[in-house]
C-alpha cells in the first residue's frame, strides 16, 4: 500500500507570495489533516478534512487555507508569505481510528 | 488549552540501556495518546497507540507506553536500546478532536 505523498518536497517562495502544498492520502483513508513543524514551536495542527468538509481548525491566522477532494487529496494554501512561515509542513492521513499516518513533508523556505 | 510536555529533551545512552521517556498530558478527560518516531531523515511513524484498555501497551521495535491516568503520564519505554533506536520521539494526545496535540520532543543518541 502506498503511503501518504506529499509534492513539492522543497520549495523556495519569497515574502508576500503565496503557495500550494498538495497531499494524497493512504487509498481508503478519508481524513487528512495537516501539521507545521519547526524547530521553534515543534508539531502544530494546522487543519483536518473528512469527506471534503473541515472537521477542525488550529490556531493559524486566516493566511492558512486548506481543502478536500472528492478523492479524499488535499491541498493547503499559504497566501502572503511571511519568513515566518518556513517550516516542514506534514500531511497526515487517517482511517479514521484516530491514528495519523505522516507523508514525508513539504519544506517550505521563504526569502 | 491542552499541552503535552516531554521533560527529557535529550537523551545520550549506551547501546543496551534501559530507556524511559517521560510523557506527561494535561486533558483530565477521555483521551488517546501516542507515540511517535522520527529517524533521521525520515517521516514520523507511529510507535505504539493507547485508545483504552490495558495501560500497558506495546508497540513496534519492543516498545512499551504505560498509561497512569492518576498521573496523567504516559512514559515510553524500552528494556535495551540499540544504535538504531537512534531518533527524536513525540508523544502527543487527542482529545477526541482528531487534532493531535504534541510534545516538543526528545532527542535520543545511542552511543555503539
Known amino acids: 500500500k502506498a503511503g501518504v505523498t506529499q509534492t513539492p518536497r522543497y520549495l523556495i517562495k519569497t515574502r508576500g507570495q503565496q503557495v500550494t502544498l498538495s497531499c494524497s492520502p493512504i487509498s481508503g483513508h478519508r481524513s487528512v489533516s495537516w501539521y507545521q513543524q519547526t524547530p521553534g514551536q515543534g508539531l502544530q495542527f494546522l487543519f483536518e478534512?473528512?469527506?471534503?468538509?473541515?472537521?477542525n481548525k488550529g490556531n493559524f491566522p486566516g493566511r492558512f487555507s486548506g481543502r478536500q477532494f472528492s478523492n479524499s487529496r488535499s491541498e493547503m494554501n499559504v497566501s502572503t508569505l511571511e519568513l515566518g512561515d518556513s517550516a516542514l509542513y506534514l500531511c497526515a492521513s487517517s482511517p479514521d481510528t484516530g491514528e495519523l499516518f505522516f507523508g514525508e513533508g513539504s519544506r517550505l523556505t521563504v526569502l | 488549552a491542552q499541552s503535552v510536555s516531554q521533560h527529557n529533551h535529550h537523551v545520550i545512552l549506551s547501546e543496551a540501556a534501559s530507556l524511559e521517556l517521560g510523557c506527561n498530558y494535561s486533558y483530565g478527560g477521555t483521551v488517546n495518546l501516542f507515540w511517535y518516531v522520527q529517524y533521521p531523515g525520515q517521516h514520523l511513524q507511529l510507535l505504539l497507540k493507547?485508545?483504552?484498555?490495558?495501560?500497558l501497551v506495546k508497540g513496534i521495535k519492543g516498545f512499551e507506553a504505560e498509561f497512569i491516568k492518576s498521573k496523567f503520564s504516559f512514559n515510553l519505554r524500552k528494556p535495551s536500546v540499540q544504535w538504531s533506536d537512534t531518533a527524536e520521539y513525540f508523544c502527543?494526545?487527542?482529545?477526541?478532536?482528531?487534532?493531535?496535540?504534541f510534545g516538543s520532543g526528545t532527542r535520543l543518541q545511542v552511543q555503539p
Open positions: 502527543a494526545e487527542d482529545t477526541g478532536r482528531r487534532a493531535l496535540t
Open positions: 478534512y473528512f469527506s471534503e468538509t473541515q472537521r
Open positions: 493507547y485508545f483504552s484498555g490495558d495501560p
